[in-house]
């Protein structure tokens, strides 16, 4: 599983239908052509085909099969629902157990180090916290999740994304760095109540469709 999500995003369906599941999907073909390209070839090449479960979309239960190098985590994968036909998907990811750990940025790295803070004001704005790169902050406020990265860094990096604007990012308070939105990604889970929705992984770190 990707630590971070691509710099560029990618809609997982042009034809914004579900119908035919995660196999037909813009999404599966980018990954598993261009990106899967772009890798370095030791890095590709100690990737194995292996087949892919999800629904087949339109509201129905049917479960529907890929092979695949490289393919986006199904809902249930991602510590979502455990009723069917989500549970044929695949087996929860222990890793992704709380919201925390399912949020995700473009193009930036999550450090296994990192601190949290649960807060309705900037935690930069106190100095006994101490806050690092990297530490993430809940905006108790909103719910959204933001990463703090010092100005010397954002500087040096372009984070604007694929279609030219800059992510959504808030002043820090300490005056020394920024705070990133997290990025909305999407699951190879159609949602069978809807003949277009795909579930997601919002920027609060949980999942919708």
């Excluded at 455990?82 to 995700?104: D, L, M």
């Amino acid at each position: 599983m990707f630590n971070e999500t691509l710099r560029c995003g990618h809609v997982i369906n042009a034809s914004e239908e579900n119908a035919g599941g995660w196999p037909v999907t813009d999404m599966r073909n980018f990954l598993n052509t261009r990106v899967l390209r772009a890798l370095p070839i030791d890095c590709r090449s100690a990737l194995r085909l292996v087949t892919i479960k999800s629904s087949a979309g339109s509201g129905s239960s049917e479960i529907v099969y890929s092979q695949d190098y490289l393919f986006a985590p199904s809902y249930t994968e991602m510590g979502g629902t455990t009723s069917i036909p989500y549970t044929e998907e695949g087996a929860h990811f222990g890793w992704y157990n709380s919201n925390e750990f399912r949020v995700k940025y473009r193009g930036i790295l999550v450090p296994d180090y990192k601190h949290v803070y649960t807060t309705s004001s900037d935690p930069s704005g106190t100095s006994s916290n101490n806050v690092q790169a990297g530490d993430l902050w809940r905006n108790n406020s909103y719910g959204i999740y933001y990463m703090y990265i010092p100005k010397e860094i954002h500087n040096k990096h372009n984070y604007n994304n694929a279609d030219g604007y800059y992510e959504y990012t808030v002043a820090a308070a300490d005056g020394n760095g920024l705070w990133i939105a997290s990025a909305t990604y999407a699951t190879r889970s159609p949602d069978i109540q809807f003949n277009t929705n795909y579930h997601i992984i919002s920027q609060y770190g949980y999942i919708s469709s």
